[in-house]
């Protein structure tokens, strides 16, 4: 049993050891069917009703490969920079888990289709640090486990479980990186920042939607210790299925801290899974962890071997789309951001959004405010994730319209943003319901002008004296008068005109 010892503090760790990190990501890819039969391949169906017989393995069925799952494969291997195998073969994975009906898996093992690759991913501070791919292979998920009646949701404390099949054979690209040495301090921060560059690699190649929090994309993160000036590896945990960006630095830190305490304290570390919980950010054992000989892998004896033609290679090396740190680039060309703007608008998760707001008509600097402020704000407020607020980038770009053709003021717009985000409809029909539109007939604004400066006589005198910056006080009575519809310059403009300036 391992030694129990608390958390080690962060910056002693770091004067005792040097972190060493794998990261297993896995990919649900966004195919129409599963990987090796035809089941639809969607998610949110009711339970079990996307099965058939290869996929709940039974007897006599026979699986075939989704070619398209090969292809999405291929891509994501050459836009890692990886080697394609001129031949490679699927093999089973034996072991038994109760969501996995077959009782194997069928993967890839010593022949993977893609490998040798690398993703350079940029830090907070603008740092590049590269990653390195061993490999990236095809395969099958499995089934889904629902432990019912316990506190946790896990199996512990639950009354009975129940299982449903319908993810058991969904296509699976698994990206396995190489060692990750030399991250030190920032290995928290690399490991997120690697799992975020490859979420965004994978989203701009439209082979899958990345939707963490549904489980598309998931992260194994391996954690080991070396003593300073060690050249051997420590005996590494592996966090399973870690599903926001936040948490695997968290689950990283922590299994730094913990591992760290552990060995100073005489223990050993035990080569396990480990489950990480999000509201304590700690995490706890899981089972043993086997080794490549536990898993019997053999040669899958149903499945004739790929062997990709360099011919299609190379055609599929031509349907890369611009990859996102080049489409960065070229945005902060274009727009004429500085490095730290470009960076703050990445870490906001707000670049795809304003890039999206232009591409609808808006300027790109006003697109950027209202995102990067208002919204985020927002999106703050209402617990919810920018990318997850009520609005498009084209019903911004039409409030962003309106203001620049001067039916809306900023104070308005910020009004007609709140009802979209509220499901009051589209901008112009928030406008319309709450008579949010300026006033911009000059008549209208002059009757309340006028009685503007009957109301501050002493006012009047001062602007006729030619005190034009005491025309403040008349614009702000005016604005409240018209209930903040006028348009501010031009009542500005009618008052000096009232006073004979």
């Known amino acids: 049993m391992t030694a129990v010892a608390e958390i080690m503090d962060y910056d002693e760790v770091l004067e005792r050891f040097d972190p060493v990190l794998g990261l297993e990501v896995h990919v649900e890819l966004s195919t129409a069917t599963k990987m090796f039969c035809g089941c639809a391949n969607v998610f949110g169906a009711e339970p079990n009703t996307q099965v058939c017989p290869v996929c709940l393995g039974l007897p006599g069925a026979l699986p075939v490969v989704n070619g398209k799952a090969v292809e999405s494969a291929i891509r994501i291997g050459l836009a890692l920079n990886c080697q394609v195998a001129e031949w490679c073969r699927f093999a089973r994975k034996n072991y038994f888990y109760p969501d996995q009906p077959k009782n194997f898996q069928t993967?890839?093992?010593?022949?993977?289709?893609?490998?040798?690759?690398?993703?350079?991913?940029?830090?907070?501070?603008?740092?590049?640090?590269?990653?390195?791919?061993?490999?990236?292979?095809?395969?099958?998920?499995?089934?889904k486990s629902l432990h019912v009646g316990g506190a946790t949701g896990r199996i512990h404390g639950a009354e009975h479980s129940l299982l449903d099949y319908n993810r058991a054979g969904v296509p699976l690209v698994e990206i396995v990186t190489k060692p990750i040495v030399g991250a030190g301090e920032r290995a928290p921060e690399v490991a997120r920042a690697y799992v975020a560059a490859l979420r965004d690699l994978l989203r701009s190649l439209d082979v899958s939607d990345v939707r963490m929090?549904?489980?598309?994309?998931?992260?194994?993160?391996?954690?080991?210790?070396?003593?300073?000036?060690?050249?051997?590896?420590?005996?590494?945990?592996?966090?399973?299925?870690?599903?926001?960006?936040?948490?695997?630095?968290?689950?990283?830190?922590?299994?730094?801290?913990?591992?760290?305490?552990?060995?100073?304290?005489?223990?050993?570390?035990?080569?396990?899974?480990?489950?990480?919980?999000?509201?304590?950010?700690?995490?706890?054992?899981?089972?043993?962890?086997?080794?490549?000989?536990?898993?019997?892998?053999?040669?899958?004896?149903?499945?004739?071997?790929?062997?990709?033609?360099?011919?299609?290679?190379?055609?599929?090396?031509?349907?890369?789309?611009?990859?996102?740190?080049?489409?960065?680039?070229?945005?902060?060309d274009e727009w004429k951001l500085s490095d730290e703007e470009l960076r703050d608008l990445v870490n906001a998760g707000a670049l795809d959004l304003v890039a999206a707001t232009v591409d609808?008509?808006?300027?790109?600097?006003?697109?950027?405010?209202?995102?990067?402020?208002?919204?985020?704000?927002?999106?703050n407020t209402r617990g919810v994730e920018l990318t997850e607020l009520a609005?498009?980038?084209?019903?911004?770009?039409?409030?962003?319209?309106?203001?620049?053709?001067?039916?809306?003021?900023?104070?308005?717009?910020?009004?007609?943003?709140?009802?979209?985000?509220?499901?009051?409809?589209?901008?112009?029909?928030?406008?319309?319901?709450?008579?949010?539109?300026?006033?911009?007939?000059?008549?209208?604004?002059?009757?309340?002008?006028?009685?503007?400066?009957?109301?501050?006589?002493?006012?009047?005198?001062?602007?006729?004296?030619?005190?034009?910056?005491?025309?403040?006080?008349?614009?702000?009575?005016?604005?409240?008068?018209?209930?903040?519809?006028a348009d501010a310059k031009r009542v500005r403009e009618l008052i000096l005109a009232a006073c004979g300036q």
């Open 107 to 143: 993967s890839q093992y010593d022949e993977p289709i893609v490998f040798d690759g690398h993703l350079d991913v940029v830090l907070d501070d603008g740092e590049t640090f590269r990653v390195d791919i061993e490999r990236a292979h095809m395969e099958e998920d499995t089934g």
């Open 213 to 332: 929090d549904q489980g598309s994309l998931r992260c194994d993160a391996n954690v080991s210790l070396m003593p300073k000036g060690a050249d051997e590896f420590g005996t590494r945990t592996e966090t399973k299925n870690v599903n926001s960006l936040r948490s695997v630095e968290r689950a990283v830190r922590y299994e730094m801290r913990r591992h760290a305490a552990v060995l100073t304290s005489g223990g050993e570390i035990r080569q396990e899974t480990r489950h990480f919980d999000e509201s304590t950010a700690t995490t706890s054992a899981g089972r043993k962890k086997e080794t490549s000989e536990d898993y019997r892998y053999f040669p899958e004896p149903d499945l004739v071997p790929i062997a990709p033609s360099r011919e299609w290679v190379e055609e599929l090396s031509t349907t890369l789309p611009e990859l996102p740190w080049e489409r960065r680039k070229r945005i902060q």
């Open 360 to 379: 609808a008509g808006a300027p790109a600097a006003e697109a950027r405010s209202w995102w990067v402020a208002y919204l985020s704000q927002q999106a």
């Open 391 to 485: 609005i498009t980038p084209a019903q911004l770009a039409r409030v962003i319209a309106l203001v620049a053709d001067g039916k809306l003021t900023n104070k308005l717009a910020r009004q007609v943003v709140d009802g979209v985000l509220d499901g009051q409809g589209e901008p112009d029909e928030v406008v319309t319901a709450q008579g949010l539109e300026v006033v911009s007939d000059d008549s209208a604004l002059q009757a309340a002008i006028d009685d503007a400066l009957a109301a501050q006589p002493d006012v009047a005198d001062k602007i006729r004296g030619g005190k034009v910056q005491a025309a403040g006080a008349v614009v702000g009575a005016v604005m409240k008068a018209t209930g903040g519809k």
